[in-house]
């Protein structure tokens, strides 16, 4: 930012933005209504403002920053500092979109207690209006005591970054009848323990299909369909951001990596060429500051 152009706090450069917040029950009436919700995900101020002011019903500040932000080859490294750090940029942009905070790879995977204490960090310090945490069964415990004290849950099935190592890589999940019934059971056994939401990762778009209308909370697809009753996707892969081949579910709907690409030669150009900064860009003295220092000017001139 500009040193001479600070931001008035509370001013905002979107006209008439409404003050409601999207909430759990927003998410659900979309499901009662057949209308889709859509997600993004976002890591810092500038781009959760943005994805906010376009319309957005939540935000997911994603463990993936750990690949899209911070250049990992996985998202196991990013830790809780880093997530606190993140969701806390995010949330002081936002002011319509529901905020979720992923919770990082280690953050309840040692116990119950941990996970419910993590948790509690995000919502206390980041102010994130819930979590996301993946896996099913294993994580039944976890989700009932994060109800039951308050900490909204959504769960996320299928492929489960996570557990790269176990899945042995970025593999679609749900694909013999065996794992379809696993993930049906999984589905349900997270409603039951009290998840607000589903998120559907990398499954066939027939599965998905089948767990939402077996479940009443929305479903969240990645990779999993449009039978979902919402959409998700990684805002660096939706602009061109991400520096990987497009996964087989990804849309690209702009070119941000040719725009900054752009924009660098140019001002790098300019700078070499001494075409910037213009006059128009420089601040100069006033006639009678001027007049002083030329005087002073020439009588040490004068002396020397
Ligand atoms: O970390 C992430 O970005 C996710 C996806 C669901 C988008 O978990």
Redesign the pocket.
Known sequence: MSLTHFRIADSSSAPHRAATRVTIQSLQDKKTHGTPIVAL?AYDYATARLVDEAGVDFI?V????AMVVMGYEN?LPVTMEEMLLHTRAVRRAVKQAMVVA?MPFGSYQVSTAEGIANATRFMKESGAQAV?L?GGASRLELVKRLTDAEIPVMA?LGLT?QSVHRMSGYRVQGKTVAAIHHLIKDALAMEAAGAFAV?L?GIPAEVAQRITAALHIPT?G?GAGVHCDGQ???LHDLINLSFSPAAKFVRRYGDASALITDAVHRYRQDVETRAFPGDAESYHLNKDAMSALQQEESVARRKA
């Open positions: 995900t997911l994603g463990d993936s920053l998202t992923d996301k993946e996320h970054p998120v990762e969240i990645i998700i996707l990684v």
